[in-house]
């Protein structure tokens, strides 16, 4: 009589038993499951393709009509029927531009703060708050700065930049009730400063603590070593940072619609009230008599849709190429 | 231009110790000649070319040799009075009395954890930016307290420079990662000079002088090392703090650095954290063996001619570790 | 030649240091002064906002409806609340499965290079001007079919899935990769793995991007002006009529110009940053607090 076990299975009689496991559910669960997830993908690329699709042919009125010339034809007069980007195009650069400049000086310095200077229990602290300045909503920053903001910029900020600075024609008299780029500068830079703020400070921390102690080590002061060894190794990021806060200055709407005056026209000065295509799509599109009006209003759209993909994919290279070279 | 060329120390420096300096060497050579060869057998190095040989090819002279024995009294560059360090509430080193000597090249060797690198980091206030950081006791450098509060830390760092376990270059040229911490010092006149001298120094030159604006990141690892050491001297300090430089280095570039040091130590004063006793032995003048005593806190334990510590060490301790690194 | 100090000397600033470190002091007070006015402009804000609204804060405002016409002082902003709860809802079971999704696609199956080219479309619908949003959907729907809230909750999706969808991909992919190797080699099927072991693990990060990215939504305009601004006052909920949300109801009382219309629209105002400010910072604590305790 055998008193033996009874034969075990081989390990490739188990290996097979594990894979039959995988039954007949299983496996078409799994493929479910990657074809939603697929879908998923494929959807947001659909829908990326169906904005521009949307866009263009909205814009096709106006563009059988004007063709290029739109970009550089300045009037826009609706009663008349006559519409021209120029205007709104050259709106849309002075208030990026402008709070590009403000929001690097100020973004970067407070990445450097909240990454090299601060003591760990402060940056906590300090940094989501910084951030929250990107949630507050533009309807609501452009009430308050309707209220709050255009009376102080007009009684004392323009004229003190118009004695020190208008011989650069570009700090005019101050005019009207302090409607102006200037106004929106300075509300973009309120929702631009968070977003650099808080990339540069991921940036910053990532410069490996070796290249900082070696500069230290060899007697150089704080500001030294920042300028010589952090900015330079990231420069790239920086970059990155900038453009995709420029991408996010032009593209606003709401805000800008409330402070900027809401008058097309183009003027040296940053005090005169003016226009930009974000602000005039909100303004006048709930309203727009003609179908021109509104395809014009679709070209405007679909110009600022070019500079924002544009500038999306510009950071999103620079930055890659900032970590090949790594 | 000449190694021993005193535009290092001003007025009122000590000349016996600029003198002493090449005796050095040869007493640290014959007292290391035993473990040497051994060390280079084990190693599969080929032989160092002796500092001899480098005078008789033309390369910079140093003063002549001094016998050890009828040694003068050396200058005292840092004093440390029963130093401890704490990060926090846990002590990391205590009562570290020692002093270590202008010219010489002192070697801070001890098992991995045993406090010589935080003891090393502490002599240029390189610890400072840690957390929770605190020191004890007396720490003087040419009798100025270094931890006082009217000490500046920068300037600190600028007397005393260090050189990384890992090669750091900047992301910047051959050029003007020498350049950079001297043009920051205002050294602006001659810095092609500078960094040729800086770069001979650092036994680097030859190799680089065709490339200088290439960037640093291109060069091996040996050669990023030497680098390092070429930036540092470049600014001219006076202490060198070697944090096991030659750890991440391959033999052949280990034994440049090793041979870099001898030439140094004339200048320079040098302190070196290594975990290798045979490099120790190959080229430090004097040796501090640390290790972690019965409460796990690191400590010196003995601290002696390098000779006398390897031969004779006086500690049971210290044996223990040598014969059992040997054995 | 610059004179090298001699290092005997005491240990004070030798040569041009003190000068280099007045510039370095000046340099970090200037950055501690931009951190400051950065907290201060955020304080100002608030406290401004707070200051003009927060006397219309009553049940009756957030419930009562406006009333018509007449410059009225009473009246309310609860249909407003009630549609934007509405439209951000079916935003939200919109944009959350596709957001997770995407971001399991880029996670688990994608291969590099179609995985990057999505990537890239998940960060250009991130940088869409929400105004462009909202024209999208208005040619797409509401010039066809007439405003309504299913055209707003369109629109916000659009606004929600790159929020949720890149929060997503970081949780997923901190999950450790032992975990997945453990499942793996249990011989677990893939969904399953998927579903029991990635999702629940990343979930933290998940609800808190989504939490987030509600309060973003309930927030924006632009998406919203075109496609749900209805001129009928009282509560709206048909889905296929346009609904009253909160930040078009701040626009259109703002418009109205007179007194008691822009006092409401402060109110209104005042409602909604404190509501997203509180949510924005309660996520974050939740969420720090859940991964320390799961030591992610």
């Given at each position: 009589?055998s008193?033996l076990?009874?034969?075990?299975p081989s390990?490739a009689?188990?290996k ?13 669960a ?6 939603l997830a697929?879908a998923?993908?494929?959807l947001?690329f659909?829908v990326?393709i169906a904005v ?8 096709s ?8 010339g739109?970009?550089?034809?300045k009037t826009w007069?609706?009663?008349?029927n006559e519409y ?6 050259y ?6 531009v402008?709070s590009?400049i403000l ?6 310095s407070i ?8 003591p760990?229990?402060?940056?906590i ?7 929250m300045?990107?949630?507050?909503p ?10 709050l903001?255009?009376p ?6 323009e ?5 020190v600075?208008?011989?650069?024609q570009?700090?005019g008299p101050a ?8 106004a929106a ?5 309120i929702?631009?400063?968070p977003?650099?703020?808080a990339?540069?400070r ?5 410069v490996?603590?070796e290249?900082r ?9 704080r500001w ?20 995709l ?5 032009i ?20 005090f ?7 602000s ?6 709930p309203s727009?008599?003609s179908?021109?009006e ?9 110009i600022?849709l070019v500079m ?6 510009a ?9 090949r070279?790594? | 231009?000449?190694?021993s ?5 001003g ?6 110790g600029?003198?002493a300096?090449?005796g050095?060497?040869?007493?640290a050579g014959a007292a ?18 002796r500092l ?5 090819a ?8 001094v016998?050890r024995?009828?040694?003068?009294e050396?200058q005292v560059?840092?004093q ?11 002590r990391?080193?205590?009562?570290v009395?020692?002093?270590i000597?202008?010219?010489y ?12 690198t ?5 002599l ?22 270094l931890y006082?509060?009217?000490a500046?830390?920068v300037?600190?760092?600028r007397?005393i ?6 090669p ?9 990662n020498i350049?950079?911490?001297?043009r ?13 001298r ?11 002088k065709?490339?200088?604006k290439s960037?640093?990141?291109g060069?091996?690892?040996g050669?990023?090392q030497?680098?390092c ?8 300090p006076?202490v ?15 034994a440049?650095?090793?041979d ?15 975990h290798?006793?045979?490099q ?6 004097k ?6 005593d ?5 400590t ?23 014969t059992?690194?040997?054995? | 030649?610059?004179a090298?100090?001699d290092p005997t ?19 970090v007070a200037?950055?501690?002064a931009?951190a ?13 906002a707070?200051?003009?609204?927060v ?12 009333p018509?016409?007449?410059p009225?002082?009473?009246g ?14 079916m935003?939200?079971?919109?944009a959350?499965p596709?957001g997770v999704l ?6 688990e199956f ?13 960060e250009q ?8 949003i ?6 797409l ?5 007439g405003?309504?809230a ?8 659009i606004v ?6 890149r929060?997503?991909?970081e949780a997923i ?10 499942a ?6 893939r969904?399953r793995t ?7 693990t990343?979930?933290?990060g ?10 973003r939504?309930a ?5 919203v002006?075109?496609?749900s601004?209805?001129s009928?006052?009282?509560y ?9 949300n ?9 418009n109205l110009?007179?007194?008691?219309a822009v006092?409401?629209?402060w109110?209104?105002?005042f ?5 997203i400010l509180a949510?924005?910072?309660g996520?974050?604590v939740?969420?720090r ?5 799961r030591?992610?």
């Open positions: 009589m008193t076990a009874p034969p075990q390990p009689q188990n097979r038993a594990v894979l039959t496991r995988l039954n007949n559910t299983d496996r078409r799994n493929r479910a499951l990657k074809l697929l998923g993908g494929a947001v659909l990326l521009v699709y949307q866009v263009i042919s909205g814009a009125l106006a563009f059988d009509k004007y063709g290029f739109f970009i550089v034809h007069i609706a009663p008349a021209g980007g120029l205007t709104f195009i709106g849309t650069l002075v208030t990026g402008g590009l929001s690097t000086i100020l973004g970067v990445g450097l703060f909240l990454s090299l200077m601060a760990r229990r402060v940056a602290v300090i940094g989501p708050l910084v951030e300045l990107a949630a507050i533009s309807v609501v920053l452009g009430l308050i700065g309707i209220y903001l255009l102080f910029i007009h009684s004392d900020i004229p003190a930049l118009h004695s600075l208008g011989f650069t570009i700090f005019q009207g009730a302090g409607n102006s780029p200037f500068i300075l509300v973009l830079t929702m631009v400063v977003i650099i703020a990339l540069t991921d940036l910053f921390l990532t490996p603590r290249l102690d070696g500069a230290e080590a060899l007697g150089c002061t030294e070593m920042i300028r010589g060894v952090v900015i330079p190794t990231t420069q790239s990021g920086i970059t990155a940072a900038c453009v806060g420029f991408g996010r200055a593209g606003e709407a709401i805000a800008v619609a409330l402070v900027i005056g809401g008058v097309p026209a183009m003027h040296l000065s940053v005169m009230s003016s226009y930009t295509i974000g005039v799509m909100a303004n006048v599109a727009a008599i179908s021109l509104t395809s014009s209003l679709f070209y405007l759209g679909a600022l924002g993909i544009t500038t999306n994919l950071a999103q290279r620079i930055s890659s190429r900032a970590g070279i790594r | 231009m000449s190694l060329d005193s535009s290092l120390v007025a009122g420096s000590v000349a016996a600029t003198e300096a090449p050095s060497e040869g007493a290391a000649a035993g473990g040497q060869a051994a060390a280079e057998q084990t190693a599969g190095v080929r032989p160092r070319v001899s040989e480098r005078i008789a033309g390369q910079p002279a140093t003063a002549p040799s016998n024995t009828a040694a003068v050396r560059v840092f440390s009075r029963n130093v401890s360090v704490d990060y926090g509430e846990k990391a080193i205590d009562s009395t020692m002093d000597n202008r010219n090249a002192t070697a801070l060797i001890g098992p991995s954890g045993c406090g010589k935080t003891f090393l980091r502490c240029n206030r390189m610890n400072d930016s840690i957390p929770g950081f605190s020191l004890g006791g007396e720490l003087l450098y040419h009798g100025h307290d006082d509060a009217r500046n830390r300037e600190v760092r007397r420079g260090m050189v990384f376990q890992k750091n270059p900047f992301p910047k040229s051959i050029y003007d350049a950079w911490a001297a920051n010092l205002g050294m602006r006149d001659g810095m092609d000079e500078r960094v040729e800086a770069l001979r120094g650092a036994a680097l030159w030859d190799e680089v065709d490339r200088l960037s640093a990141m060069l091996s690892g050669q990023q030497r680098l050491i070429a930036r540092s001297i470049a600014i001219e006076d060198l703090l070697l944090d096991e430089p030659a750890s991440a280095l391959d033999p052949i570039a280990t440049l650095i090793e870099l040091i001898h030439e140094l130590k004339a200048r320079y004063t040098i302190v070196i954290v290594t290798n006793m045979q120790a032995m190959r080229v430090a003048d040796t501090a063996f640390f290790s972690l019965e409460s796990r806190i690191g010196l334990i003995e601290y002696d001619d390098t000779d006398k510590l390897f031969s004779r060490p006086a500690d049971s301790r210290t044996r223990d570790y040598i059992g690194q040997f054995g | 030649m610059s090298i100090p000397y005491a240990l004070t600033a030798s040569g041009n240091l003190r000068r280099r470190q007045a510039i370095s002091r000046g340099f200037a950055t501690i931009a400051t006015l950065a907290v201060a402009v955020l304080i100002m804000l608030v406290y401004y707070a200051k003009q609204g006397s219309q804060l009553s049940v009756h405002f957030l419930t009562a409806t406006l018509p016409g007449s009225g002082a009473s309310g902003i609860g249909p407003a609340l009630a549609g934007t709860a509405e439209m951000v809802l935003a939200t079971i919109i959350l596709v995407t971001a399991l696609y880029l996670a994608a291969s590099p290079r179609v995985g990057k080219v999505v990537q890239t479309g998940l619908m991130a940088g869409l001007p929400t105004i462009i909202g024209m999208f959907i208005y040619g729907v509401t010039l066809h079919f405003q309504s299913i055209a707003g909750a369109l629109a916000l999706s929600e899935v790159p929020l949720i969808g929060a997503s991909l992919r901190r999950v450790p990769g032992s975990l997945r190797e453990a793996d080699a249990l011989g677990v099927a969904w998927v579903v029991g072991v990635i999702l629940p990343a979930s933290n998940i609800v808190t991007a989504t939490i987030l990215a509600v309060a939504a927030g924006e305009t632009a998406p002006l075109l496609n601004n209805p009928t006052l009282g709206q909920f048909n889905p296929l009529q346009a609904v009253p909160v930040p078009v109801e701040i626009l259109t009382l703002l110009g007179y007194p008691s006092a409401k629209a109110g209104a105002a409602v909604l940053i404190v509501a949510i924005n910072i996520a974050r939740w969420l607090r859940s991964e320390r305790k030591g992610l």
